[in-house]
């Protein structure tokens, strides 16, 4: 619920900074819509109604009061008038927001035509997050139904579009818990791996007694690459770049060692028993030969 927590205060924003700027002077005062808006915080639906009403009756464009009019009829189960309301709200300014509340009046309403129908739309202005759709009650009766299971897949890869790509999951094979050792067997540190941001970025937490840092992994789809940008304790910052070859993922960067031009380069290989090789090289030839700079298994904790 946080995704459209977050999206309704935007289009909340939005849509009362356009109404200010492409309406006329209203007779709403300052004091009215405080009113109403304190009576929709505390759940008050019955003067939230009342209050926003009147705000509706004056503003003819302003769509954040005609959604919140709609929630409030939802709240006082008065599902028909608030379809009504949130069908307007919808009409002035589309987002998800609007079109979650819009279909669960449909539901309510026994309109399962219209609930789709709200539902498919809202693909087109952004997808509406998963767990808001199956977490809502008004959807009980539907959520066993394939075409209500289809929709929330498919409003779940709208919403967090690098779910659908299978680039984005080629390195999904170092995201764990580890303790990496090395090539004497020693554990030299602990490093969290972990998949954020809607399962777009790799972040790495890499910590030693000696050193710490963090890294950014992701695939970018304009150039087709991964990128990683590493930052430590020691104030460094290193930008790599690669992808996968023959199931390993190769990431280069151009760096310095000792005065000259070098590739430093990281390969990470899975394992069969599922730990993961990270083997650091650099090249001060252009890559005609290489240096190894570290050579780390990591070891899944138990």
Same mark, same amino acid.
């Given at each position: 619920?946080?995704?459209?927590?977050?999206?309704?205060?935007?289009?909340?924003?939005?849509?009362?900074?356009?109404?200010?700027?492409?309406?006329?002077? =209203?007779?709403? #005062?300052?004091?009215?819509?405080? @009113?109403?808006? %304190?009576?929709? $915080?505390?759940?008050? +639906?019955?003067?939230?109604?009342?209050?926003?009403?009147?705000?509706?009756?004056?503003?003819?464009?302003?769509?954040?009061?005609?959604?919140?009019?709609?929630?409030?009829?939802?709240?006082?189960?008065?599902?028909?008038?608030?379809?009504?309301?949130?069908?307007?709200?919808?009409?002035?300014?589309?987002?998800?927001?609007?079109?979650?509340?819009?279909?669960?009046?449909?539901?309510?309403?026994?309109?399962?035509?219209?609930?789709?129908?709200?539902?498919?739309?809202?693909?087109?202005?952004?997808?509406?997050?998963?767990?808001?759709?199956?977490?809502?009650?008004?959807?009980?009766?539907?959520?066993?139904?394939?075409?209500?299971?289809?929709?929330?897949?498919? =409003?779940?890869? #709208?919403?967090?579009?690098?779910? @659908?790509?299978? %680039?984005?999951? $080629?390195?999904?094979? +170092?995201?764990?818990?580890?303790?990496?050792?090395?090539?004497?067997?020693?554990?030299?540190?602990?490093?969290?791996?972990?998949?954020?941001?809607?399962?777009?970025?790799?972040?790495?937490?890499?910590?030693?007694?000696?050193?710490?840092?963090?890294?950014?992994?992701?695939?970018?789809?304009?150039?087709?690459?991964?990128?990683?940008?590493?930052?430590?304790?020691?104030?460094?910052?290193?930008?790599?770049?690669?992808?996968?070859?023959?199931?390993?993922?190769?990431?280069?960067?151009?760096?310095?060692?000792?005065?000259?031009?070098?590739?430093?380069?990281?390969?990470?290989?899975?394992?069969?028993?599922?730990?993961?090789?990270?083997?650091?090289?650099?090249?001060?030839?252009?890559?005609?030969?290489?240096?190894?700079?570290?050579?780390?298994?990591?070891?899944?904790?138990?």
């Amino acid at each position: 619920m946080i995704k459209v927590f977050v999206l309704s205060v935007l289009v909340v924003s939005f849509v009362s900074f356009s109404a200010a700027q492409s309406q006329p002077p =209203s007779a709403v #005062t300052p004091e009215m819509r405080t @009113a109403a808006n %304190e009576a929709y $915080q505390k759940q008050d +639906w019955e003067n939230a109604a009342k209050a926003y009403e009147k705000i509706v009756s004056a503003e003819e464009k302003n769509a954040n009061a005609r959604y919140r009019l709609g929630m409030s009829l939802l709240g006082l189960k008065r599902n028909e008038d608030a379809a009504k309301y949130l069908e307007a709200a919808s009409g002035i300014s589309p987002n998800p927001v609007f079109s979650l509340a819009l279909a669960r009046a449909y539901a309510r309403t026994g309109n399962a035509t219209k609930m789709y129908e709200t539902l498919e739309g809202s693909l087109r202005t952004g997808g509406i997050a998963p767990e808001s759709l199956t977490g809502e009650a008004d959807f009980a009766a539907f959520k066993a139904e394939p075409k209500f299971v289809a929709f929330v897949d498919r =409003s779940d890869k #709208t919403v967090n579009p690098c779910k @659908a790509r299978p %680039e984005f999951r $080629q390195f999904d094979f +170092w995201i764990g818990e580890w303790l990496p050792r090395n090539t004497q067997g020693i554990t030299v540190g602990t490093s969290s791996i972990q998949l954020i941001l809607g399962s777009c970025i790799i972040f790495e937490n890499w910590s030693t007694p000696v050193s710490s840092g963090k890294s950014f992994n992701v695939f970018d789809v304009r150039d087709g690459k991964w990128h990683q940008t590493w930052v430590d304790d020691k104030g460094l910052i290193t930008h790599y770049v690669g992808g996968m070859v023959d199931g390993k993922m190769i990431l280069d960067s151009n760096t310095m060692i000792n005065g000259k031009k070098a590739i430093a380069r990281m390969t990470f290989s899975r394992l069969p028993n599922g730990d993961v090789r990270q083997h650091g090289e650099n090249s001060t030839d252009e890559g005609k030969t290489w240096t190894t700079s570290f050579d780390f298994t990591y070891v899944r904790k138990k």
